[in-house]
């Protein structure tokens, strides 16, 4: 054990003396170890517990703590590395499923976007066919009321053309004491009604 | 006056700082330190490896992994590559126990680098040694290894006359002295700083002249500081005694490195 002494007196004089006592020199304690060997010099006593130490610590290192604490460590990164390479594979298996999904979805959305285009296109079809349809039909009753009107106002004029003939038959008959051709008559009404319409 | 006082503190004789008594026959601190070193290191890695390495590991199991790892990717991969895995036992151990040996420097009422004398850093440097060259001549073959140490390829023939005992020196004596005399000088030199710098706070402390209390501050701050600077010292010179460990041994087997 080292010890330490300081006596100090005054502030002129401070003095340290050590009382360290060596086996070697065999000196008692409370005396200075001056003497001796050289304290850089290594003592034996130091190099054989040293290198003892050592050896025994290598040896156990060696033979027993460092492989088993290594072995330990290589177990658990295996475990780790094993689930990790699980976890991988359970992600693969996830993307692929989700590609298979996206997949069958897409596929799922084109046949309906194919059918609805079909649908459409029937649908547009078909409205055509409906509006040529009742276009004809249109077109067909409207011709039909357009030779209804026609034969209708025909006979209406030829009713106020023979009443007309008539009356102005009658007329002039009235006027002049003699009966005009009814011929004549009908055909002047009849060109002044073309006239008039005009 | 204070700088008389000051230059009038008498520094006791290196010898008695570093020598110590026996604690029974034929064991002394450093020994001991040694001892205890070897034990702690044993005792760490023994209760790591019954721990169940299956859990996460915390405690003990964490601190000797993370050293595994450690020596492995920081040591072994950097100079020797993924044939060096096979070295880390042994440049464990050698960190462990140098780092184990460093510490008590900075452990009240220890307060004794055992690497701060000359055995332990010997002893270790002659291991490394004997081992880088024990694999060089395995193989290389004593010719091969020998011949790869001595002329280096690649040098003009002419220079073999500078070169070759300069790499006799240098490899094959100067590399173990210095890979001693690094650790064993670093940490003397920690451990005398932070006894100057004891040794000065307590004569200030204990001075007559009141002035003197207040400046033993000083000093005392410096012993703060640099027994946290001792910390990461006795960090630093175990992993560059392993380091350089690993280089010799790598250099050795593999000479085209």
Redesign the interface.
């Given at each position: 054990?080292?010890t330490?002494f300081?006596d100090?007196?005054?502030?002129?004089?401070?003095?340290?003396?050590?009382d360290?006592?060596?086996?070697?020199t065999g000196a008692e304690?409370g005396a200075?170890?001056?003497?001796?060997p050289n304290?850089?010099?290594?003592?034996m006593?130091?190099?054989?517990?040293?290198?003892g130490?050592?050896i025994?610590?290598?040896f156990?290192?060696?033979l027993?703590?460092?492989?088993?604490?290594?072995?330990?460590?290589a177990?658990?990164y295996d475990?780790i590395r094993g689930d990790h390479e699980y976890a991988s594979a359970t992600r693969d298996a996830a993307q692929a499923d989700v590609a298979r999904y996206e997949s069958a979805v897409a596929e799922i959305r084109s046949e309906a976007a194919r059918r609805l285009d079909a649908a459409r296109q029937m649908l547009d079809k078909e409205r055509s066919e409906k509006i040529a349809q009742v276009s004809a039909e249109i077109a067909k009753r409207r011709s039909a009321a357009e030779a209804e009107v026609a034969a209708a106002r025909a006979a209406a004029q030829s009713q106020i053309v023979s009443a007309v003939t008539a009356v102005t038959t009658r007329a002039t008959q009235i006027a002049v004491g003699v009966s005009p051709d009814a011929s004549v008559v009908s055909r002047s009404v009849q060109q002044a009604m073309e006239g008039a319409s005009k | 006056?204070?700088i008389?006082?000051?230059l009038?503190?008498?520094?006791?004789?290196?010898?008695?700082?570093?020598?110590?008594?026996?604690v029974v026959p034929?064991?002394?601190k450093?020994?001991?330190i040694?001892?205890i070193?070897?034990?702690v290191?044993?005792l760490l890695?023994?209760s790591?490896?019954r721990?169940d390495?299956?859990v996460a590991?915390k405690g003990t199991?964490n601190l000797?992994?993370v050293g595994?790892e450690f020596i492995e990717n920081n040591i072994i991969m950097q100079t020797m590559g993924r044939d060096g895995l096979g070295w880390?036992?042994?440049l464990?151990?050698l960190f462990?126990?140098v780092y184990l040996?460093n510490v008590p420097g900075i452990i009240p009422f220890i307060?004794m680098p055992?690497t701060a004398?000359?055995?332990?850093p010997?002893?270790?440097a002659v291991?490394v040694w004997v081992i880088f060259n024990v694999q060089g001549i395995k193989h290389q073959g004593f010719f091969g290894y020998f011949k790869s140490v001595l002329f280096p390829p690649g040098v003009p023939k002419a220079l073999y006359i500078l070169v070759t005992p300069i790499e006799f020196i240098s490899t094959l004596i100067v590399r173990p002295f210095s890979l001693a005399v690094r650790l064993?000088a670093n940490m003397l030199a920690g451990h005398l700083l932070l006894v100057i710098f004891a040794?000065l706070s307590?004569?200030m402390f204990?001075?007559?002249?009141k002035i003197?209390i207040p400046i033993g501050v000083l000093p005392f701050f410096m012993l703060v500081f640099l027994t946290g600077f001792e910390v990461l010292v006795a960090f630093l010179q175990a992993y560059i005694f392993t380091i350089l460990a690993a280089v010799y041994i790598a250099g050795a087997v593999h000479p085209e490195h």
């Open positions: 054990m080292l330490v300081v100090i007196n005054s502030v002129s004089q401070v003095r340290v003396s050590f360290v006592v060596s086996a070697e304690e200075p170890v001056n003497a001796g304290p850089i010099a290594p003592e006593k130091e190099l054989v517990w040293g290198a130490s050592f025994v610590f290598l156990l290192m060696r027993f703590l460092v492989p088993k604490v290594r072995k330990g460590m177990s658990r475990s | 006056m204070i008389n006082s000051v009038s503190f008498e520094f006791p004789p290196i010898n008695e700082l570093l020598r110590w008594r026996d034929g064991l002394n450093v020994g001991l040694a001892v070193a070897a034990l290191g044993t890695f023994l790591a490896a721990k390495p299956k590991p199991r000797a992994e595994v880390t036992p042994f464990l151990t462990v126990f040996c307060q055992a004398r000359m055995a332990i010997m002893f270790l291991l064993f040794l307590e004569a204990q001075a007559r002249d003197l």
